[in-house]
């Protein structure tokens, strides 16, 4: 797409991604619900919930198989082993980035921010279950909060992001990451869990 609408378009697959990840969450959700205390009913709802994740996944797919061109004859003679192409692609973007300092910077702090959304996405999880005892109907219900306020969330970065530029909306979320991780440190209760995984979202 034109750099003008770049944030514009990558806000909506954000958005669209989140609508379709709380499609799929409440329906596993309906059918823990529906398993109740049994446990192997459980244990069948869950991996049911597996089963449509993939078959969702494939089914979505189609329109990027069915839309994106395809690339030339000559260009897919040259790329028979996918394994050994998919290096050289890399070994290309190294090359290209060695002699981008601020590019390799970027990457480098991505990598550390990224594990650190992660490790508190994880960390989130076992607090609930360890420290505040919430069910898992809860801990699900949660989830969904996160995924429903992220779709508000990815139009808003989007829209300001136009408005103030990308790096300052960057260091706008690297600013509430870190509130976020401060203030998770001193939650006593439900409630304010239920908030932070707001602000999370």
Avoid at 173 to 196: K, R, S
């Amino acid at each position: 797409t034109d750099e003008a609408d770049r944030d514009r378009v990558s806000a909506k697959g954000y958005t669209f991604g989140y609508i379709g990840s709380v499609i799929m969450q409440m329906i596993g959700f309906g059918l823990v619900i529906f398993a109740g205390d049994n446990s192997d009913k459980a244990q069948l709802a869950l991996k049911i919930t597996f089963l449509l994740v993939g078959i969702w996944w494939v089914g979505w797919a189609q329109i990027p198989f069915k839309r994106l061109p395809i690339s030339s004859q000559k260009d897919r003679q040259t790329k028979k082993n996918v394994l050994s192409n998919g290096f050289h692609e890399l070994k290309l973007v190294w090359d290209q980035m060695i002699h981008m300092p601020v590019l390799k910077r970027f990457l480098t702090a991505f990598f550390f921010y990224s594990m650190g959304v992660q490790t508190v996405m994880l960390v989130a999880i076992d607090f609930g279950i360890k420290i505040l005892k919430l069910p898992n109907d809860r801990l699900i219900i949660t989830a969904v909060i996160i995924q429903l306020v992220a779709i508000a969330g990815a139009l808003g970065m989007s829209r300001l992001s136009e408005k103030f530029g990308n790096i300052r909306i960057l260091i706008l979320t690297v600013l509430l990451w870190i509130g976020v991780c401060i203030t998770g440190y001193f939650i006593t209760t439900e409630l304010h869990f239920y908030i932070l995984a707001s602000l999370v979202g």
